[in-house]
């Protein structure tokens, strides 16, 4: 990963008085730049087969990492990352070890921390799938 020279066009947002959000910002404003929605990843390789069947921690840094890897197909870095999504079929599957979880998102995305949301869903498109990632990310001109 380089480094974040061109950072300086995203920034947190902070509500004076509010606690610091931990592992999320609270909001991003971006100030121009290219944007790019990342559709909802799943831990698909690059041939569609899903891998970590039935391995939570698997199947999220799979996911995370085809995020990365589209924004990086648009030219960007991880730290262009302004809102993620997370969806999980059992938000337990998420609870059960939030260190390794926040261990394998720096691994993947580093310390840069978007605006997120974890959403608990039904069930998945796809059979096995445990978790889908969402987002959008703004590039420098």
Known sequence: MSTPS???????????????????????????????????????????????????????????????AVVEAAGGEPWHLVRLTIYVSDKRDYLADLKAIGTIYRDVLGRHFPAMALVQVADLLEEGALVEIEGTAVLPD
């Open 6 to 68: 061109d950072k300086p066009h995203i920034e947190p947002v902070q509500p004076e008085g509010w606690a610091p959000a931990k592992g999320y910002s609270n909001g991003m404003v971006s100030h121009g730049g290219r944007t790019v929605w990342v559709a909802g990843q799943i831990a698909w390789d690059e041939q569609q087969r899903l891998v970590g069947r039935g391995d939570f921690q698997a199947q999220f840094r799979q996911a995370l990492e085809n995020v990365r």
